[in-house]
């Protein structure tokens, strides 16, 4: 009769541990959930502090001139001269922007420097969401994908999507 009592406790036991585990293993889910939640609302304060150490509202208003994009980058340099190398960032509306000056390359232009405008949306609070890649503003105006940008793939095989084309047209001229 003892044995049957110590059996039963036995299961009981085996029981609560199991019912423990699986409520630890839940509670751990969520605190990682919420930890993820918490660590991606944080960045994006972050973003939005940034942005007002940055000044004002940007006065693009989602242009599609490059140049306006160039300008906006030198300004927030306190350049009045357009230099022979730049890197600017800045985050604006959801995007985070990026201007980069440097030598030309010549299957794109004659010309001795180049400017690239780029922006990538500013990554969502919720991980499940993926981002959508890098796009580069044309001259003509239109943003163009990082992924038709490209003549080959990192393994060295040719791009399909390739379009020389907006490949030249996101190589900005400087002079």
């Known amino acids: ?16 541990k199991e019912v423990a585990g699986e409520a630890v293993e839940k509670a751990g889910k969520e605190a990682v ?3 993820a ?3 991606a ?4 304060d972050d973003v939005a502090q940034t942005t007002k150490k940055l000044g004002k509202e940007s006065k693009l208003n989602h242009s599609t001139n490059p140049k306006d994009y160039l300008d906006e980058a030198l300004s927030q340099q306190g350049l009045k001269e357009v230099p022979k190398g730049l890197k600017q960032k800045w985050i604006d509306r ?19 420097s180049i400017y690239r405008v780029a922006r990538k949306k500013v990554a969502s609070s919720d991980p499940k969401v993926q981002g959508t890649g ?16 490209k003549e ?3 393994k060295g095989v040719a791009n399909p999507l390739f379009n020389e084309d907006a ?4 190589h900005i001229p400087l002079n």
């Open 1 to 16: 009769m003892q044995a049957q009592y110590m059996m039963k406790d036995t299961a009981k036991n085996a029981v609560k």
């Open 33 to 35: 959930e919420e930890a």
């Open 37 to 39: 939640e918490k660590l």
């Open 41 to 44: 609302k944080d960045a994006v």
């Open 94 to 112: 959801g995007y985070n922007y990026e201007v980069r000056i440097h030598p030309s390359e010549k299957q794109y232009t004659s010309s001795e």
């Open 134 to 149: 890098t796009e580069y503003l044309g001259s003509d105006g239109n943003w163009y994908h990082e992924s038709i940008l």
């Open 152 to 154: 080959f793939n990192r």
């Open 167 to 170: 490949a030249r047209l996101t």
